[in-house]
């Protein structure tokens, strides 16, 4: 109910989840009287719903998700709420309106149905006070975050009347088939993440100007840099909106009379110059940055920033730090964090002042907010997509040297804290035989943290010895007889260490008695590809022996996954590029994180896929050969998915480019739980595994060769490509149609390797991949030459 940025965001979501959904609104203020075409009386919520379906980042997993979704309006389609099982309300927020249609949805809605409101401020129990005892029984708060579909923040906030098992209800099912943190909330101002998150914008506020710092300075000291979002803390207010804040920030201090640290918060004059102008952030085109239509000497559009002092906009500087330049090397984040509260210019004292007012705030707000530690730091974890939450980040620079931040700062603790410390407790958690504990006030004692339950998390297996390790590797035992191979390189980027620690761990896991293995990781991306730097080194080198030997230990090492003798099972999240793709496609079975990234983009560099993945598409294109000989539209469209580089933006659309096959992959909504859903595929693989064998695949030699051919010269003719891509699509429909062969043929797998590597070493003698892999090394960013 309402169709807002929030309830078409929520909506798609659902849709994402495989739900049917209703969205409605008002109807169109500008009406025609008498107007009962539901085109124009439906027109709000339609009207938001394509706008969404054009937004970026996409709300929807797949475009075609959006027929899941139903529009109408309140007037003449409130009474079909009485067939739904969960009723969202995400209106203004106003309590009267809200009020006024949870009156209405009481008169439609059947006994039992669940009915949950989308405030981001306003008291449960207040929205709720006017509801009849069995809609009041059934009501609570579900609070998203923006955009619903990418923050994994779910906040449940029960009302005073809510049965316990409705809490309960919610909890699991946004965390098992939403993909959600859901996170158990108290009915207190602003919930727990905005709570938190508020009072430290306003902290930073005010630093800003004690310490002379600029804004793009301060964006850079709580990006990136602290594990935190690029946003940082003014960039972030532009995109949530000044007047946005401005709203929150009154609201926590109107509801929180008794909380003094919010009370000392004061906009400062900067913030209320931006207010007074109407000069919003992103939605009026300026707040603390501006852009404007002029462009630099690299056609990069120009963006200004806000001076403070002057109040005027500038052109936007790179922040010269040396303390900042130095702690970028250190890749670990505790001891980064370490390092920069260690530093004595202002860099050192901005961080000292910001984690101090974190520690303190974050303590006196248990029992408050939150009843655990974990919830508190799950909260800010997900809504704010934070690696570290409060005492997460506590426990990464010391319980004492948190305790002294705040005494040197002038901030109280809440006593429990010293109570705790008292009791000889170093650390708010403690990581012991695969699971993660957290330190529980009333008990005073170590308890299991509940949110993590059920998942796989490798930190906790650090203390134990692995079974086997490299420099890129570690194989862990993660119980029940099951391995977990996890990558360890720079960006999990595929190299030699990798691939051979991937064969040593699965000779273990097929010598030894063990079910089977897993490979995944809990990193953001599960792996940009294959070490890109080696192949350049080799390729400029002319180095083709060792090229021809590395890109035969990729081959190999696929199909070491394809045909061991105990299931592999691959768990993916984010990126999961290149090298990464083509190990995929090779194991028994994938868990996928919805949120996987999946494609071939080795076009983009030059190459075509060389790790076995353009063989894998000829064998996946031969088996859905029809027996009525159509071939060559499968073959033009597996063709066409390489030659481009498509990228699935999610782990659904995956399905359609082929890199995930039904019956066979899975997609796992909650990120967190891809690794355990992994675990439970290989147990279920291996009670009656049978290991797979050689195939023979069914190639089109010249008859496609002639069609693909027709295509790529169709598409350099209309200059839609250049030369050098159609001199890769070549390359790549070679081995797709098994070469230069009179007919249709049956072929085995290495021979289509074979002629994958040679097309491989071929293309990375040539100048112009040479170009396009510097290019990609140097930018980040494809070349297309």
Known sequence: MGSGVMGTGIACHLANAGFSCLLLDILPPDLQEGETSPAARNKLAASALKKALKAKP????????????????????????????????????????????????????????????????????????????????????????????????????????????????????????????????????????????????????????????????????????????????????????????????????????????????????????????????????????????????????????????????????????????????????????????????????????????????????????????????????????????????????????????????????????????????????????????????????????????????????????????????????????????EFTSKMNAIGEGILRGLGESIRIAEEGAWQGLVIGNNADNFTVGANLMLIAMLAYEQEFDELNMAVHLFQQTSMRCRYSSVPVVIATQGYTFGGGCELLMHCDAAAAAAESYIGLVEVGVGLLPGGGGTKEFALRASREYGPDGVMIPTLVERFRTIAMGSVATSAYEAYKYGYLERGRDQVVMNTQRNLAEAKKRVLELAANYVQPQPQQVTVLGRTGLAALYAAVSEMYLGQFISEHDAKIARKIAYVLCGGDLTGTSQVSEQYLLDLEREAFLSLCGEQKTLERIQHMLKTGKPLRN
Not at 58 to 69: G, W
Not at 131 to 152: D, Q, V
């Open 58 to 485: 996409a709300p929807l997993m797949d475009p075609d998700f959006a027929s899941r979704i139903e529009v109408g309006n309140f007037e003449d389609d409130l009474p079909k709420i009485a067939d739904c099982d969960w009723i969202i309300e995400v209106v203004v927020e106003r309590l009267d309106i809200k009020q006024q249609l949870m009156q209405r949805v009481e008169q439609h809605r059947k006994p039992g149905t669940l009915v949950s409101t989308n405030t981001s401020g306003i008291p449960i129990r207040l929205i709720a006070q006017n509801m009849g005892e069995e809609m009041r029984k059934h009501f609570c708060g579900t609070h998203f975050f923006n955009p619903p579909r990418y923050l994994r923040l779910l906040e449940i906030i029960p009302g005073p009347d809510t049965l316990p098992e409705v809490t309960d209800f919610f909890m699991a099912f946004g965390d098992r088939f939403l993909g959600k943190q859901t996170v158990l909330c108290k009915d207190t101002p602003a919930f727990i993440a905005n709570r938190i998150g508020v009072y430290m914008m306003g902290v930073v506020f005010q630093l800003v100007e004690e310490l002379d710092l600029t804004i793009e300075e301060v964006d850079v000291l709580t990006g990136p840099l602290i594990g935190r979002p690029k946003t940082g803390t003014f960039r972030l207010a532009d995109l949530v909106g000044l007047d946005v804040a401005v709203k929150v920030i009154g609201g926590v201090q109107q509801n929180c009379p008794e909380d003094e640290d919010v009370q000392k918060i004061k906009l400062p004059a900067y913030f209320q110059h931006l207010v007074d102008n109407k000069w919003y952030g992103d939605k009026t085109g300026q707040g603390f940055y501006k852009k404007t239509d002029e462009r630099d000497e690299r056609g990069k559009r120009i963006i200004l920033a806000l001076d403070l002092k002057t109040l005027e906009y500038r052109p936007r500087r790179k922040p010269k730090l040396p303390a900042v330049e130095a702690a970028k090397q250190i890749e670990d984040l505790n001891k980064r964090l370490q390092f920069l509260l260690k530093d004595q210019s202002k860099v050192g004292e901005f961080m000292r002042r910001s984690f101090a007012a974190l520690f303190s705030y974050a303590s006196k707000r248990i029992p408050e907010i939150s009843d655990t530690i974990f919830g508190i730091d799950d909260a800010l974890r997900a809504g704010f997509a934070w690696k570290q939450g409060p005492f997460e980040a506590w426990d990464a620079v010391g319980l004492e040297m948190g305790l002294d931040l705040c005494h040197a700062a002038g901030l109280q603790v809440a006593p429990w804290v010293s109570e705790m410390q008292g009791k000889g407790i170093t650390g708010f958690y403690k990581r012991e035989s695969g699971k993660k504990f957290c330190y529980d006030l009333p008990s005073g004692k170590y308890q299991a943290v509940r949110s993590a339950e059920g998942l796989v998390i490798l930190d906790n297996y650090r203390n134990q010895s692995p079974v086997y390790k490299n420099d890129e590797i570690v194989l862990h035992d993660i119980g029940d007889g099951v391995l977990c191979l």
